[in-house]
């Protein structure tokens, strides 16, 4: 079986309902990212005594509102469908007294499978907005400022690529030992369940050590985008710098770290929904329909 078959029957199942709810959300996210845009000409016509910039702003976030409200009430009748088809089918099949450990560990990476789908690839389309939108957007203001920001990049992805080799590893660990839960509760003994949960407690400090280091890295590279674009923004417009213009650079380079802030995370969920895929070793028929 391919790596990801599972995923993909996932989408052939589901696909127009995913469809639906990705076209939603990436309306949603353009919404989002022109808003400081339209947010900073609503300043400058104020200033200049118009209020048309205040009412294409007005609109844009109504029209965000709208799609936002729609997308989450969809979103719910999406993903509960989807999870409730694997879970129950995985559980539905034969197995023996030795597997139940096993599948009660997949009924949880299901979940975990599911929310790759509802959160995780949903976080990855913002940050790609994130990313390319506020590049395009900064381009029109400054042009050096998207300089910068591809510089900077070069060490965030160095940086994200160990980091994702160290999460896959600590990932496999963990869910090895989630795998065998269920066998060691089973026992009764109080001394290998105590070892087996400080196993599992030693995995989980590995992994928040592993995520506190390189958040403090992310947020270093943060504030260097941050300071050095501004700085550099305002001393080549200077005087002629409009005030929405500074608020509509200062929201993209932000809106560029929360990107940043992403990559090392996709990378990690990524590798981690491998290993998931993996184990629950899903067939086509599982999720197709029927």
């Known amino acids: ?14 696909k127009f309902q995913l469809i639906i709810t990705y076209t939603l959300f990436g309306l949603e996210m353009l919404g989002t990212l022109l808003r400081p845009y339209f947010l900073g000409k609503a300043m400058d016509d104020i200033f200049e005594g118009s209020y048309k910039g205040l009412i294409v702003l007005a609109s844009t976030h ?8 729609i997308r989450h009430m969809y979103d719910t009748r ?15 099949r034969k197995f023996d007294a030795s597997e139940v450990s096993k599948l009660s560990a997949h009924s949880t990476l299901a979940r975990e499978f599911v929310d790759f789908l509802e959160y995780d690839l949903r976080y990855v389309i913002e940050a790609a907005y994130n990313l390319i ?12 400022v998207v300089g910068i920001c591809l510089l900077i990049m070069i060490p965030v992805m160095a940086v994200s690529y160990f980091y994702g080799k160290k999460m896959k590893k600590l990932n496999r660990i963990k869910n090895d030992q989630l795998e065998e839960q269920v066998d060691v509760i089973a026992t009764g003994d109080p ?8 196993q599992l407690r ?14 403090g890295f992310m947020e270093l590279m943060v504030l260097v985008v941050i300071t050095y674009s501004l700085m550099m923004a305002t001393d080549l417009a200077g005087e002629n710098l409009l ?22 995370y996709s990378i990690q969920r990524y590798s981690q929904l491998k290993d998931i895929t993996l184990r629950m070793e899903l067939e086509e028929e599982l999720i197709a329909v029927q």
């Open 1 to 14: 079986m391919s790596r990801f078959t599972s995923l993909k029957s996932v989408f052939l199942k589901h």
């Open 62 to 69: 109504l029209a965000w509102l709208i799609i936002g409200s």
């Open 78 to 92: 999406t993903y509960t469908s989807i999870y409730t088809t694997i879970v129950t089918r995985l559980l539905s």
């Open 133 to 144: 939108g506020s590049l395009i957007l900064l381009y029109f203001y400054e042009r050096q």
């Open 191 to 198: 001394n290998q369940i105590q070892r087996y949960y400080q």
């Open 202 to 215: 030693t995995s989980q400090i590995c992994i928040s050590d592993q995520e506190a280091w390189n958040f």
């Open 243 to 264: 005030a929405g213009s500074l608020l509509g650079i200062y929201n993209y380079i932000l809106k560029f770290a929360s990107g940043l802030d992403t990559i090392p």
